[in-house]
């Protein structure tokens, strides 16, 4: 029996408010699309929070044995400056200043954002799909719009007509926005003049002659919108209804907002049955941004060089930091709270070390078993890593309590204990130990380390054919030992 049978998961659903019991459309199957970057900067580590929600989530459905497809995109067109329909596409305004080509600007951050989450032990999505790799999809996608009589075309820009849809649908459903408050909240903005109504979205925009990145269409030279892609990019690889569609809180409205309005303009049909939001990782108790200035790139918090923190984190440390919130709370990263997580973790790190030493007994004074039901029943609960990780250390509160011989623990409930832990710390929560993470080299280091003490032994001796054979066979190796008055090392090549 897959562990999904005895597991049900219970979901915050953004569309209903509530925490809803998880049912897949196909039993045992997920599908999840999750919006990735734009890529157009270094992420920053509220992207970092984002991401590392749905990884979590990702892995908890894996471990209930779901097969899971989780979709996550590249932007790499189409986002214009302040999310809206006028204004620079980031990408080429990045390429402009650069002086380079958008697609460089493209690679060298899609490189980095993989770099950073290689860093973060993030699991790679089942697929990655790129905006621009979509583009004849998306300009199907806005010909059956228009055909269903909710878009139009102006000056070669063609605009979806949110005041038509919402005649027999609800535009601001995801949002708990109402069309006339939008109506009575902006302004008439110039530039705009295109549309119809200011609250109209773009779903492809004429490019200006100085614009790059510019595709043919039935209607100009120009570039999709960015709430096209998203719609696009879901829909193909997870059908026209999926479970799950996940983001940062932030782009619930326009962007998810305009995804639903899209797919039901196009395809009747309501796109996604679990709207999951990621809350906002905050600076200095505003919000991270790179627009505002106030954010911190992975790599100063990794080298501890920056002006905010004492010192710098390991990953796991920061991973662990983050994982102390629930994915729905904003959290704040401070000095105080890495260096608390800092400790925490390594307490984990230490007890964990510890199982494989203890003595067990033919009784045990602690419940194992009812031990990891609540950490199943947390993650459960909504994802609730907070009150899991306050089972882990319970479990660490056993783990000192039989090593102090104030409790005892047959052999079968030590190995459930030990399982336990691993699952949870390691593989659901995407922490490493530092031995668990560098065991490979370790190993090495020791094994050359025993050959460097049998060679000095030999020399010793005065066995110089030995510790001669030992030196040469290792260099064959590609191992060389560099001899200097403080001792012998090595290096590989
Ligand atoms: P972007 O590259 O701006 O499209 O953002 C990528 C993802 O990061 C989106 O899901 C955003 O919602 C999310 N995001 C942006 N800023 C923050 C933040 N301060 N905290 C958490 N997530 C964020
Ligand atoms: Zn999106």
Known sequence: ???????????????????????????GYVGMYVCGPTVYSNVHLGNVRTFMSFDMIFRYLKHLEYKVRYVRNITDAGHLENDGDIGEDKITKKARLEAIEPMEIVQRYTVDFHNVLNTFNFLPPSIEPTATGHIIEQIELIETIIDNGFGYVVNGSVYFDVHKYNETNEYGILSKRKLEDLIHNTRALDGQSDKKNPQDFALWKRAEPTHIMRWPSPWSDG????????????????????????????????????????????????????WMHANMLELNGSRMSKSSGNYINPAELLSGKNDIMSKGFSPSVIRFFMMQASYRSVLDLTDDGLLAAEKGFNRLMESYKLIDNLKTNDTSSVDILGWKQKCYDAMNDDFNTPILIAHLFEGVKFINQIK????TITKEDLKILKETLTVFTFEILGLESKSNKDSGKDKLTSAVEILINLRKEARLNKDFALSDKIRDQLAEAGIQLNDSREGTTFTTN
């Open 1 to 27: 029996m897959p562990l999904y049978d005895s597991n049900t998961i219970k979901i915050y659903n953004t569309l209903s408010g509530e925490k809803e019991e998880f049912q897949p459309i196909t039993s």
């Open 223 to 274: 570039f999709p919108g960015w709430h096209l892609e998203c719609t696009v990019m879901s829909t193909k690889y997870l059908g026209e209804q999926f479970d799950i569609h996940g983001g940062g809180m932030d782009l619930k409205f326009p962007h998810h907002e305009c995804e639903i309005a899209q797919n039901k303009a196009a395809m009747g049909e309501n796109p996604v049955n679990y």
């Open 404 to 407: 102090e011989e104030n409790t």
